[in-house]
């Protein structure tokens, strides 16, 4: 009989609980799983939450708080709006006030200044910046809204107050004030003598503030956030340069290359090579090719030349002394006088220089023309004309200046109260700007003498058109008036004078008394010439050339107004 072999057994329920073991770690995991993807968003919906809630908190806050702006809100950095605090219109006023007097303190080359935006003509609206406290983060845009009612507690929103009123006029003259503390005025570049020829010394740049920088700078200054400010600074070039004048050394050289001789009679005078170079004033023209450019021609300083003719004229020239007679007897034998027979006696120098200068020839010496004045024969029983009466006005009239003797001239018009009218030529008044504004300032009229005191008749229209509109930017340039009466050198006048003239909006003006003053008959015989022919409207013709016209003066006035005549 077969034996039965005995079957093992299957440990089944152990299998079965392996299973379900791993089944369940599986089950752990996925639900760890999905618990740590979830664990962000639940943290999304925690942030939304309290987003939200800090949102709907701060519009209840700020609902509530409507008379305030809106909370955190800051004006020029200082929180405005608080739960508990100071009212914010007071803090408002406050901020305003010193936002317009918190000094800035403006820097300019070494100069140093403080100055407020009250100063600088600031003023700012209260009642506008409180309205703009309470509508800001307010408005219909709700967007807009959320977003700075969000961002103000977190210090992210800041109102300004501005430069509202700021005052171009004020800070220009502020300025102005400075630049006159800082400026440097440029120098021009010069002709002198080293003791053996003429050189140049050269230019040398100023400095100044630019001006319109400045003004922006001024314009957009915060003084809560920067306290200085530092003005820009420009370059001012001078107006002479020493490459301007090297290609004309060598003229002034020919110009000093030994003294010049002046004569008049047995007077002289001799210019040193050194009061030659002296005598050299650079002009500065448009240049020829290039409008935007400069160039210099070589003139001469009539004034100073006026004031060296006049010294050798005075030891030759005399008055003609009358013969006097009474009942046809002779009682005082006159005597001929001795005067310049040129009126402008210093074109005879300009000449002998301009000679030198080009090369043309080289004259030792300059001879000015004299003229016998024959004496005159004045009978005693007649009336003396000067003793005449009447009424009516008389204007005094003074041509050629600016030059030797218009500042003399011009004290004693002031001593008297008197205007007179100046006819001054154009390049005069380059060298003497600050005497033609004082002609100005002291109620004196000025008239238009041409440029070059040239014989205008002889030029084309365009000739003296030149001669008339140069010396009108000239006075303007100098003084801010533009004249409007013209009289012509040596009274020439012909049809292309009075048609440019009339073109140019101005007056042909002569005279009626002429008494020869620039002859230098002597003071006396100024005086006497004038009070003889003075009537009512006459108008009386002077120069400021010599010193005789100035001694005559006082009695020019004095005598006309003792014949009853008033002098405008």
């Known amino acids: ?156 929103r800041n109102m300004t107050l501005g430069n509202a009123n700021f005052n171009d006029g004020l800070a220009a003259d502020y300025i102005a004030t400075l630049d006159k503390k800082i400026d440097v005025a440029p120098k021009n570049a010069y002709f002198a003598f080293d003791g053996k020829a003429a050189v140049v010394h050269g230019d040398v740049d100023g400095t100044a503030i630019d001006g319109n920088a400045a003004l922006t700078l001024l314009k957009e200054s915060h003084p809560e956030k920067k306290a200085q400010i530092t003005l820009p600074t420009k370059r001012v070039a001078a107006l002479v340069t020493m490459s301007q004048l090297n290609p004309h050394l060598e003229e002034v050289r020919r110009i000093a290359g030994k003294p010049l001789t002046i004569v008049a009679g047995s007077s002289s005078v001799t210019l040193s090579p050194e009061q030659l170079v002296g005598l050299v004033v650079p002009k500065v023209v448009p240049d020829a090719k290039d409008a935007k450019k400069t160039t210099v021609q070589l003139t001469f300083d009539e004034a100073k030349l006026n004031a060296t003719v006049d010294e050798v004229l005075s030891k030759v020239v005399t008055a003609a002394q009358p013969t006097i007679m009474s009942g046809g007897v002779i009682i005082q034998q006159g005597k001929p006088g001795i005067q310049a027979q040129d009126e402008h006696s210093i074109t005879h120098v300009l000449t002998a220089l301009v000679q030198r200068q080009t090369g043309a020839a080289n004259p030792d010496e300059v001879q000015i023309p004299l003229v016998t004045i024959e004496s005159t024969i004045v009978q005693r029983q007649q009336p003396v004309s000067s003793n005449r009466t009447g009424t009516g006005l008389v204007r005094l009239t003074f041509d050629d200046g600016p030059g030797a003797y218009t500042e003399q001239i011009l004290t004693i018009l002031g001593r008297y109260n008197v205007h007179a009218t100046f006819y001054v030529v154009g390049r005069n008044v380059e060298r003497y700007p600050s005497t033609v504004r004082r002609i100005v300032n002291e109620g004196h009229r000025i008239g238009n003498h041409s440029y070059t005191h040239s014989n205008l008749t002889l030029l084309s229209a365009a000739g003296v058109e030149q001669e008339l509109t140069s010396t009108q930017t000239a006075v303007r340039q100098a003084s801010g008036v533009t004249p409007t009466g013209f009289r012509p050198p040596y009274g020439a006048v012909n049809g292309t004078v009075r048609n440019v003239a009339a073109s140019l909006g101005m007056s042909i003006d002569m005279w009626s008394v002429d008494p020869r003053d620039w002859a230098q008959p002597g003071s006396s015989v100024i005086t006497q010439r004038v009070l003889s022919a003075t009537g009512p409207g006459a108008v009386v013709l002077l120069h400021v050339l010599n010193a005789q016209t100035v001694d005559a003066l006082p009695s020019i006035i004095q005598g006309i107004r003792a014949q009853g005549f008033t002098i405008e």
């Open 1 to 156: 009989m077969k034996k039965r072999v005995k079957k093992q057994s299957v440990h089944r329920p152990a299998r079965s609980k392996s299973v379900r073991s791993r089944i369940e770690r599986m089950h752990r995991a996925v639900r760890r799983d999905v618990a740590e993807r979830r664990a962000p968003l639940r943290l999304l919906e925690d942030l939304f939450v309290l987003l939200l809630a800090f949102q709907v908190l701060l519009l209840i806050v700020n609902g509530i708080n409507h008379m305030n702006p809106i909370l955190g809100l800051r004006l020029e950095g200082n929180v405005i709006a608080q739960l508990f605090g100071d009212d914010f219109r007071s803090q408002t006023d406050a901020a305003i006030i010193t936002h317009e007097n918190k000094p800035l303190t403006i820097q300019v080359a070494n100069e140093k200044s403080d100055i407020t935006l009250r100063q600088l003509g600031v003023r700012i609206d209260t009642a506008n910046v409180q309205k703009g406290l309470l509508s800001f983060g307010r408005t219909a845009n709700l967007p807009a809204d959320l977003a700075d009612q969000d961002f103000a507690p977190l210090g992210l």
